[in-house]
């Protein structure tokens, strides 16, 4: 009876830049997408994996730097096995395929093997994967329907790894490069394939009926809507039918949602307390989107507060499509800031803009709490 055990990831996109990262955390969050490489050699030899697949999109794109190319084939020379590398829809086969430059070229270890042509490569004896890779960014048609043509059940444990949205995720009922789950589950049941592997969604999700079609996610988060991303899965299945999945995690950076409501100071420590509480910092990412009213001192005090995120968090800004927040603004805290003149007839002024609606407003009311933090009323 043929039996494998292999470590399924996708979406490295190494290479990726976030938009919200200062130069310095992206280079961290750079250096940690090489960081998961290693983590993975760590778990394919702790289970003792045949092989490793990447489901597509191992690169950015095309146009990728040599220093990325060299530093991602150091660290798969040290795998303890055979890995597989599928061009997907980021890093198609075409003729800027990354795949031929000669950075890449000249530092591909031996044992890593891309998958250019369809259908079955021999991992071993009785164990083929299918693969179905991308030749161009614009595919017409089902890959893995392509890869699956022509094969039958002989007793030979295959593995059909492929990039891309299956038909029941697709929001596009048009998309011509859609995978159809049906035709992979019947495969399934004929045992004609064992396990389906895909890449392209950057979250783990199991998908049908049979447990057998993944997608692993991406090693590292790449945006705020994922659900399971930062996991890699060791997989282990035979011809006789039998089939385990495992998740493990590998990631070391977060992206946190903050979407809460702040009235009062008991409100702003809580908030506070729950940024101080997000570890490592400097492997986090946070979206903040607050709602409520709040008096100048309050609105002072959040500002310190977001100011001190700023320089912890490896990124932090506002979600400004969900923030909602109002400063009521009396004259007993004008008063309470303590200044005089040319100070306090500014003072006035930005207060009855703050009154108003619109950006004018907005940026009055920002101008007033950071001169009530200046004037030693905001939080030290």
Not at 3 to 30: C, I, K, N
Not at 172 to 192: C, T
Request: charge should be negative; include cysteine; proline fraction near 4%.
């Amino acid at each position: 009876m043929a039996s494998v055990r292999f470590l399924q990831t996708s979406d490295w996109q190494l290479g990726m830049t976030r938009h919200f990262l200062r130069p310095e955390a992206q280079a961290r969050y750079t250096a940690a997408r090489i960081d998961a490489i290693h983590a993975m050699a760590g778990l394919a030899g702790k289970h003792a994996c045949d092989f490793v697949v990447v489901a597509g999109d191992v690169f950015e794109s095309n146009l990728i730097a040599s220093q990325t190319i060299r530093r991602a084939m150091q660290a798969l020379a040290e795998m303890p096995c055979p890995v597989y590398l599928l061009p997907g829809n980021h890093d198609p086969l075409d003729a800027a395929s990354v795949y031929d430059t000669d950075t890449f070229t000249a530092c591909c270890p031996e044992n890593v093997v891309v998958l250019r042509q369809p259908g079955p490569y021999v991992v071993s004896a009785g164990v083929e994967i299918l693969a179905a890779p991308w030749a161009t960014k614009n595919v017409l048609g089902d890959l893995a329907a392509r890869a699956l043509s022509g094969c039958e059940a002989d007793g030979t444990v295959r593995l059909l790894l492929a990039h891309g949205i299956v038909d029941v995720l697709s929001p596009d009922p048009n998309d011509v490069s859609m995978l159809h789950l049906e035709a992979m589950e019947q495969a399934l049941g004929k045992r004609i394939i064992h396990h389906v592997a895909l890449g392209d969604r950057h979250s783990r999700l199991s998908v049908g009926v049979s447990g057998r079609v993944w997608y692993s996610g991406s090693p590292e988060v790449t945006s705020f809507v994922e659900d399971a991303p930062g996991e890699v899965l060791i997989v282990e299945m035979d011809s006789a039918g039998g089939h385990t999945v495992q998740s493990e995690q590998v990631g070391t950076w977060s992206f946190v949602d903050l979407r809460r409501h702040v009235d009062t100071s008991a409100d702003l420590e809580a908030l506070q307390h729950e940024l101080a509480g997000l570890r490592p910092a400097d492997r986090t990412v946070v979206r903040t989107a607050l709602t409520g009213t709040l008096r100048l001192a309050d609105k002072a005090r959040l500002e310190q507060i977001l100011a001190e995120a700023d320089d912890l968090f490896a990124g932090r800004f506002t979600w400004d499509r969900h923030e909602d927040l109002a400063v009521i603004i009396d004259e007993a805290e004008l008063g309470d800031l303590g200044v005089g003149g040319f100070a306090s007839q500014a003072a006035q002024e930005l207060a009855e803009l703050a009154a108003g609606s619109g950006e004018q407003a907005v940026c009055a009311r920002d101008a007033l709490s950071l001169l009530y933090r200046l004037a030693g009323g905001g939080v030290r």
